[in-house]
């Protein structure tokens, strides 16, 4: 091996060894540098879309925000009396509707309490009972209850088993429900 070393080499060898020793240093430039930063750039290029993406989101968030903003100042700029966010006052039959439909096949009992008005609102509260076929029923009634349109608020709902039994089974629901409603100066001057 050491007379390997010693020789000298010929022009050719010496060609090959610089153009081995060149493939070598070329290798190694594109394997530690070239290719490191050719994938460093595609993923910095993939984050920049991915914060174009989040930046128009966020825009088109601002741009619903402003608008809502604006329709609720266009509402609030509004003389009091022409805001209609509750059904009007003696809003009563189409609220039996309404509740004929969420209370239909359980049997409902209703104990209506007496209007009270309070400046322009009119608090009508409402007992209930019936009795649901399953506890799906009775999460569709509370459901239906809470998204019926109206200004309302439930209290006092209470699950029970109608015939002892906790497992499976018809369920009693009881519970009292207020609604809103809106009068107007001269509804409450004629009552």
């Given at each position: 091996?050491?007379?390997?070393?010693?020789?000298?080499?010929?022009?050719?060898?010496?060609?090959?060894?610089?153009?081995?020793?060149?493939?070598?240093?070329?290798?190694?430039?594109?394997?530690?540098?070239?290719?490191?930063?050719?994938?460093?750039?595609?993923?910095?290029?993939?984050?920049a879309e991915n914060i174009d993406v989040q930046i128009?989101?966020?825009?088109?968030?601002?741009?619903?925000?402003?608008?809502?903003?604006?329709?609720?100042?266009?509402?609030?700029?509004?003389?009091?009396?022409?805001?209609?966010?509750?059904?009007?006052?003696?809003?009563?039959?189409?609220?039996?509707?309404?509740?004929?439909?969420?209370?239909?096949?359980?049997?409902?009992?209703?104990?209506?309490?007496?209007?009270?008005?309070?400046?322009?609102?009119?608090?009508?509260?409402?007992?209930?009972?019936?009795?649901?076929?399953?506890?799906?029923?009775?999460?569709?009634?509370?459901?239906?209850?809470?998204?019926?349109?109206?200004?309302?608020?439930?209290?006092?709902?209470?699950?029970?088993?109608?015939?002892?039994?906790?497992?499976?089974?018809?369920?009693?629901?009881?519970?009292?429900?207020?609604?809103?409603?809106?009068?107007?100066?001269?509804?409450?001057?004629?009552?």
């Amino acid at each position: 091996m050491s007379d390997f070393l010693k020789r000298s080499f010929t022009r050719r060898e010496k060609v090959m060894i610089l153009v081995l020793l060149v493939v070598l240093l070329g290798g190694l430039y594109f394997m530690a540098v070239h290719y490191p930063i050719v994938n460093r750039m595609e993923q910095i290029e993939r984050d920049a879309e991915n914060i174009d993406v989040q930046i128009e989101a966020a825009e088109v968030k601002s741009n619903e925000y402003i608008a809502m903003k604006q329709e609720l100042d266009e509402i609030l700029s509004q003389p009091k009396e022409d805001i209609t966010v509750m059904p009007p006052y003696n809003n009563i039959e189409t609220l039996m509707r309404k509740l004929d439909a969420i209370f239909d096949g359980t049997n409902p009992d209703f104990n209506f309490g007496q209007v009270s008005i309070t400046d322009d609102i009119a608090t009508r509260t409402i007992n209930f009972t019936c009795t649901a076929k399953n506890y799906k029923q009775a999460r569709r009634l509370l459901r239906d209850l809470t998204g019926t349109g109206y200004r309302c608020l439930l209290d006092s709902f209470t699950l029970a088993p109608a015939d002892g039994n906790l497992y499976g089974g018809e369920l009693k629901v009881s519970g009292v429900i207020t609604f809103y409603e809106y009068v107007q100066q001269s509804e409450e001057a004629g009552n």
